[in-house]
T-cell receptor, first 117, second 112 residues
Framework: AQTVTQSQPEMSVQEAETVTLSCTYD???????LFWYKQPPSRQMILVIR??????QNATENRFSVNFQKAAKSFSLKISDSQLGDAAMYFC??????????????FGKGTKLTVNP | NAGVTQTPKFQVLKTGQSMTLQCAQD?????MYWYRQDPGMGLRLIYY???????DKGEVPNGYNVSRLNKREFSLRLESAAPSQTSVYFC???????????FGPGTRLTVL
């Protein structure tokens, strides 16, 4: 079965500092995608970044970047220059087995990030 | 362009009551999904619909039914609500064979 593990239930960072959130996954797929979603107190799930498994280059979106280690099945999220608005739950997710053309996501349990002023 | 919308935002039910959660998307997506989010459990897939007229079970389908009314709308029905169904419910959609799912704002359901 597809699994995603986030080993850090909570993390904290000082404003303007850098923090890394960990994620490991297990999949039998050869072609898959990985995602980080942010969930602020408003509850909305917001896509932060995504990585295609076939791409060697790590994805980057402004202050957010990933360290994708395919052999180790590791997909960590680095947030640089942390801002108060980055405080949220962060969920790692992978695309599950392809059935009927629909792309099901499997989520980790989340990491709660606190940003201290 | 509203994206994915869900109604209602909040709902309180008594055990045994029924209700339907509504979801609609205006992005012309083929695939739609229902997830539930419980504390400490992350999001778990209840049902999904790869295209209009098709539905499939996800990880936790028991106690739920779904209807893909048309391409835009995907509803989730609780026939006889139980306290174990107290949760936050999210609807999501994605373009056919495209992997980014876009989520609605969620419905907080409490079953007493």
């Amino acid at each position: 079965a597809q699994t995603v593990t986030q080993s850090q239930p909570e993390m904290s960072v000082q404003e303007a500092e850098t923090v890394t959130l960990s994620c490991t996954y297990d999949t039998s797929e050869s072609d898959y995608y990985l995602f980080w979603y942010k969930q602020p107190p408003s509850r909305q799930m917001i896509l932060v970044i995504r990585q295609e498994a076939y791409k060697q280059q790590n994805a980057t979106e402004n202050r957010f970047s990933v360290n994708f280690q395919k052999a180790a099945k590791s997909f960590s999220l680095k947030i640089s220059d942390s801002q108060l608005g980055d405080a949220a739950m962060y969920f790692c997710a992978s695309r599950g087995p392809r059935q009927g053309g629909s792309e099901k996501l499997v989520f980790g349990k989340g990491t709660k990030l606190t940003v201290n002023p | 362009n509203a994206g994915v919308t869900q109604t209602p935002k909040f709902q309180v039910l008594k055990t045994g009551q029924s209700m339907t959660l509504q979801c609609a998307q205006d992005m012309n997506h083929n695939s739609m999904y229902w997830y539930r989010q419980d504390p400490g459990m992350g999001l778990r897939l209840i049902y999904y619909s790869a295209s209009e007229g098709t539905t499939d079970k996800g990880e936790v389908p028991n106690g739920y039914n779904v209807s893909r009314l048309n391409k835009r709308e995907f509803s989730l029905r609780l026939e006889s609500a139980a306290p174990s169904q107290t949760s936050v419910y999210f609807c999501a959609s994605s373009a056919h064979r495209e992997d980014t799912q876009y989520f609605g704002p969620g419905t907080r359901l409490t079953v007493l």
